[in-house]
Structure formats: structure tokens, C-alpha cells
């Protein structure tokens, strides 16, 4: 199990979360209301309007989530900075209080935390019947020399007799997470120069690495890698449009008709070339070479006429969209005698098809009298594809590899005349992928959940699932993996927990009863909150070049009993 990272949100999109210990990320919304104790009456008025460009009033001070904020000289951040000790942020500055918000302390009936506002210590749990309380703590009064627990502000540490703790004070500035002093997220120096990401926009450390500057991003923007971005990927943007270097422009013209179909000398001719995306209207142009004679391209894609010879015309066709952005593709476009009898006119090897993937594809016939009838005479079709009497190749192949068959056509007249044409179909491996019944897709991830785990202290209770994964060149092989570093920015604990074991095969199994390594990820904008044990895996194939996917999985927990 790794060791639990304290909450730092990397970028806005991902920064929606809040850690199970009650931290958020340091910089939350550009201008929000206060959230602590109400505005002092008699403050300033900061109501009036704001000249262009800027989000706040100078010399403007807010208390957010207990820091104080003020407002640059240029009116297009604040300063983010935490009261000196013994003073907490309210209304719009620093003032004394009792005692500091949060911090916890020992009374005789267990422990009792400092209230929001800071004038009074409330209780919040007796201290279970096998511990006592130390420090605002509630340890074990038998404990393994040399093991630590946190008190607020002190690390405790189990002392050589093992009945005892020694108390080791946190720098100023810092709190005890997990057995160790850290700075909290926002709180006391930091690395000079540094650009992070939080929900609101870019936060930079300033040249001495005393305190954070926070520049909101513009509306529709979110921060990623240390800037404001309108989107990551395509799916990001607007339908027509795409992602590129952080902006959603609208996607290139591209034309999508991949060939174009076979005529016959001196029947009528119609087909059409299609574009997606760009702005349209379109014009379409010859670019290079001819079609075949007696053929023509209108600007709106549609290729008309009667063929007057039998042919092969190559040609390139342009596609110009309203911003005068192009596209082009290159066609073959046979013409064929239908006069010389019936001829399958469609061509050989087939379009290739991925194992797994739903496949289609239609045989033509020329010549003789329509309708045709079609069937397989010799060779083999992959598992999983069949042909009707129409044609029709379809189904989802299954197996992979180059497939050879021999095809036959058959016409209306009588007797029926009859053509023969051998085909090949290669399938190919296809991407591999993992999946799952219950998948969030987030920026720079996927998120599986899987089946609950229940939870019984002191009681393992068995767990025995399976990882998927789809495509690629089987046996599989999983292995788990280190939280890639946008991902532990906002997972503050990873890793299998202990008792459970992930094969090569993707089985994952074993007995838990440790509840201690249980996190809670929220995200709020969708309302979706996940509990339970977090980790990485990866999954790769067995070819010579191999693919490889990686996804981060939740094992849900149900707690049941104290």
C-alpha cells in the first residue's frame, strides 16, 4: 500500500476533489462570498463595478475556507495567504480567537474539536473502550515501539516499553498527516516559481516561496498542467469541433467517402463524395487527373453522367469548406462493358476487419439480370462473419488472421448465368482496451468500479473478482502500477489493500479486514462520491510489439459492525 499523499488538486478538471480527512485543495473558487463568520458592518464597500478585465476590488480582503485572500495591485487575482498563529481569518481579515479551528484535544469524555467559529471546543466521540485519549488522539495504551500516530500538530511515537508515547512537536506552519509533519495544501512557504493547478484557475509560488498568487481562468476554462485551457480532448468540445493545444476550434474539413462504386458503359452514373466537419458549405474540385468520360463532379460532391468507355480513371478530388480549409483523397473509378456478361465487380482483398468488431461490407455484380444471388463455393469465412443471399458479409469476427474464400454470383435469367471471384479478408488484432460494467471517464483517466467489498473487523472475509480487458493478442497479463502523477495529485491514498492479490490473469483476490486504508473521492459538480480502496493496473498483450492499457480501479466497501 502506498503511503497516503496529502490532497493536492494538479488541475481544475481533476481538482473537484475533497480527501477523506477533511482538506480541500489550497485555492478554491476566483471570487466566491465569504464562507466564515459574516463581513464586518462596518467595512469597506466593495459593491461597485469592476473596470474591464478585472475580478476584484483593489485592496479588497476575503476570508475563504479560512485564508485570507487580497487583491493584487492589477485586480486579476489574489494573494493567498494563512493568518499567523493564534489568529483565524473572518469576515475580511485575521482576528484572535479562542482556539484555532479544527485543532482537536483531550477531555473526560474522550475528544472535543475547536468549533468553526473559534470561541468554544465541542465534543465529537468518546474514545473507544481499548484506548485513551493523548493529545487530542485516541491511541492504543499497548502500541509497537516505534510506531507513530498523529496528534494535530505533534507526531506521537511509541516509546521502547511500549505503554508510552513521546510527543515531538510540528515545525510551525505544519500538521502531522500519516505519522509525519507536513505543510497543509496552501499553507506556509513554497517552491519558489512554481505553477499549479487548482479548481479556480493557476496558482504560481512567488519569487521568495513565501505565499501563492491565484490567477482565475477565464469563464469555460479549466487549468491543466499549469494553464487555463478550454478543453484536453476532443470529446471535451462541442460537437464539430476539436481540441488543439488547449482550444476548441472547429475540426478540420475531411472527406469521408472511401471509394467510389464501379459503372457500366452507357448506363447512368450517380454517386456522390461526402465531407464531415470544417464549415460548411463545401466545394468540391478536381485536383488531379480525370473521371472517366462521359462523367462529371458538381461543386456540391455529386458525380453524374454516362460512361462511354470501359475504363480506370484516377483522379483527385478537393473538398474546400467556408474557412478555405481543404481536404482531398484519392479515387480509382472502373468502368466496366456490362454487355460482356454477369461480373462480381467488387474488389479483392476486402476491407480489413478487427477481431471483435462489428463488421460489414456488400459484394456487387454487373451484367447479366438483376437480381443476384451470392454464396461461398470454396475457402473459409472467420468465426463470427456469415454472407446472406444478397451479398451481405457481416457479423463480429472472432479469430484473426489473412482468409481466403471463393465467391459466387448468380443472376435472374434463364437459365441462371453465373460468375466466380476469389477474396481475401485479413483480421486484424484489435487495440487493446480495458473495460467494464461501471466506468467514469475522466480527463487523464478511466475509473472502474468494481463489486463491493465487505468489511467485518478482525473478521477477513473472501474477495474474488476479475479485471477485463478486450483486443489485443491473448494471454493477457496485469500488473499493478505506481498512480501516474495527475492521479495521486487528487487520490490521497492508493494501492491494493492489504490481503489482496492481482494475478497475471487480472484475478483479484484474497481476505481484507483492514478498513484503515478505506478513502473517500467526491466530486461534487456530478455528485458522485467513491469510497473504498484505490489502485492502478495495467494490462498488456502477448505480441512481439506489445499493446497496453492502464485504468485506475475502486473496490467499493460496506462496513458491517463497529
Known sequence: ?????????????????????????????????????????????FGGPLPPGAICHLEETRCVDGRLRTCLDDQTGWLVESCPDGLVCRGRGCVEVLCEPGTQRCSAEGVERCNEAGDAFEP?????????????????????????????????????????????????????????CVLPTGFGPCPPGEVLCAPAGIVTCDEVGGSWTETPCLEGQACFGGRCVECVRDQDCEAGQACGDGVCTVAPVRIVTETLPVGAVDVPYEATVEALAGRPPYVFTLDVGALPRGLMLAADGQITGRPTDVEAATCTILVTDADERRDSRR???????????????????????????????????????????????????PMGLGIDATGRLAGIPTEIGLFEFRLRAVDAATPP???????????????????????????????????????????????DQRLTARGGLRPHHWTEQPLPDLIAGFVPMSGLPDGLILDDDGRLHGAVEDASQ??????????????????????????????????????PTLPIGN
Request: charged share 20%.
Open 417 to 463: 448465368a453465373f460468375a466466380e471471384k476469389d477474396f481475401a479478408l485479413e483480421v486484424t488484432v484489435a487495440p487493446l482496451v480495458i473495460y467494464g460494467d461501471q466506468e467514469l471517464n475522466l480527463f487523464v483517466t478511466r475509473v472502474f468500479t468494481l463489486p463491493t467489498l465487505a468489511l467485518i473487523p478482525n473478521i477477513p472475509l473472501p474477495y
Open 518 to 555: 478505506v478513502i473517500e473521492v467526491t466530486i461534487p459538480f456530478t455528485m458522485i462520491v467513491l469510497t473504498g480502496y484505490f489502485f492502478s493496473a495495467r494490462v498488456t498483450d502477448s505480441q512481439n510489439l506489445e499493446d497496453s492499457d492502464e485504468a485506475l480501479f475502486v473496490i
Open 124 to 180: 465529537v466521540a468518546p474514545c473507544p473502550v481499548d484506548r485513551t485519549c493523548l493529545e487530542g488522539a485516541c491511541v492504543s495504551p499497548q502500541c509497537s515501539p516505534g510506531e507513530t500516530a498523529c496528534a494535530d500538530k505533534q507526531i506521537l511515537t511509541c516509546a521502547d516499553d511500549g505503554v508510552s508515547w513521546t510527543r515531538e512537536p510540528c515545525a510551525p506552519g505544519e500538521r502531522c498527516i500519516d505519522g509525519a
Open 1 to 45: 500500500m502506498n503511503r497516503p499523499l496529502h490532497c493536492l488538486s494538479l488541475m481544475s478538471a481533476l481538482a473537484l476533489l475533497s480527501c477523506s480527512d477533511g482538506t480541500r485543495p489550497f485555492a478554491e473558487a476566483a471570487h466566491p462570498e465569504p464562507t466564515d463568520a459574516a463581513q464586518p458592518s462596518d467595512g469597506p464597500d
Open 331 to 381: 479515387y480509382t473509378l472502373r468502368v466496366l462493358d456490362a454487355a460482356a456478361g454477369l461480373q462480381i465487380v467488387t474488389e479483392s482483398p476486402l476491407p480489413s476487419a478487427e477481431e471483435g468488431a462489428e463488421y460489414a461490407t456488400t459484394f456487387e455484380a454487373l451484367g447479366g439480370q438483376a437480381p443476384y444471388g451470392f454464396f461461398l463455393v470454396a475457402g473459409s469465412l
